[in-house]
């Protein structure tokens, strides 16, 4: 049995979203999300709670105070690339330059070393792990274990907590680790993301409870343009719609609210070392 999650945000701005640059449509808002993350920041401070920002570094050098102020609160500041292009779209020497302007944006943004990592749209290249290996960095969370999601993802791996990437590549560098985003057991269909807006909070604090039974904490992620009211922009798709703004608002509020620890990636991590064995499973359902 667990008590601790992880309540990650993707730190993103709407116009830097695939469905946004796709999209045949507009706006002059280019803060979209900024507010979305003032309000995640506050919900996080009033419960004492901690969390692990994987932060766009483009938008932190646009705006750098609203990533201070996250990392003032002791959240943890982790990178989610330069750009938010997916991965597979570049080559290696750009997916590196991604990797490494990251960090060193971030690093010099907080004063702080950037250890974390999340690829956008959980987009996981051959090379990933080495990359990540050879820029610095020594933890990862671009894996979700869920079954095949058609024109998404998911339907490669099986791992549910955190484990060493060599559990994921057989020749990744033994210095990576891999921290899954949770899946609902059973289902195999994430806890969060579009998957909270479409399902429902009851949806991810069941999934949550569930795997906190077995020993597994778990790894949920938000975007902060989720938690804002959106700008109508024709060809973005309905989907990105769906419950955003004061829905998901209440949905982070009534996740918090619940009898978890929230804390960091990093923390959950320093616990946990390559040669511990797999925890011991709680009571199951």
């Known amino acids: 049995m667990t008590d601790r999650a992880v309540l990650s945000i993707d730190f993103e701005l709407f116009t830097q979203t695939p469905a946004y640059r796709s999209a045949s449509g507009s706006t002059d808002r280019e803060d979209v999300g900024l507010d979305g993350a003032r309000f995640f920041r506050e919900a996080l401070a009033e419960r004492d709670a901690g969390s692990t920002a994987f932060v766009v570094s483009s938008a932190a050098e646009a705006y750098p105070d609203a990533v201070r102020a996250l990392a003032d609160e002791g959240i943890e500041i982790a990178s989610h690339t330069h750009t938010h292009r997916l991965l597979s779209d570049l080559d290696r020497e750009a997916r590196r330059e991604e990797l490494e302007r990251s960090k060193r944006v971030l690093e010099r943004l907080t004063g702080a070393t950037v250890s974390g990592f999340r690829a956008p749209a959980f987009d996981v290249t051959d090379d990933h792990f080495d990359l990540l290996a050879a820029t610095g960095y020594d933890y990862d969370s671009s894996v979700v274990s869920s079954r095949s999601i058609p024109g998404w993802y998911g339907g490669e791996h099986d791992v549910h907590e955190p484990v060493p ?73 309905t989907r990105v719609y769906v419950r955003t703004g004061e829905w998901m608002r209440r949905a982070v509020e009534r996740i918090l609210a619940q009898d978890f620890e929230f804390t960091t990636a990093r923390a959950v991590l320093d616990g946990q070392t390559a040669e511990e064995t797999r925890p011991v499973r709680g009571e199951t359902a």
């Open 165 to 237: 990437a060599t559990a994921i590549q057989a020749d990744a560098p033994a210095s990576i680790t891999e921290f899954p985003a949770s899946v609902m057991p059973g289902v195999q269909l994430p806890l969060t993301g579009t998957w909270l807006r479409f399902f429902g909070v009851r949806y991810t604090i069941w999934g949550m409870k569930l795997l906190a039974r077995r020993g597994i904490t778990p790894m949920l992620y938000v975007h902060p343009w989720e938690l804002s009211d959106l700008p109508a922009v024709e060809g973005v798709p």
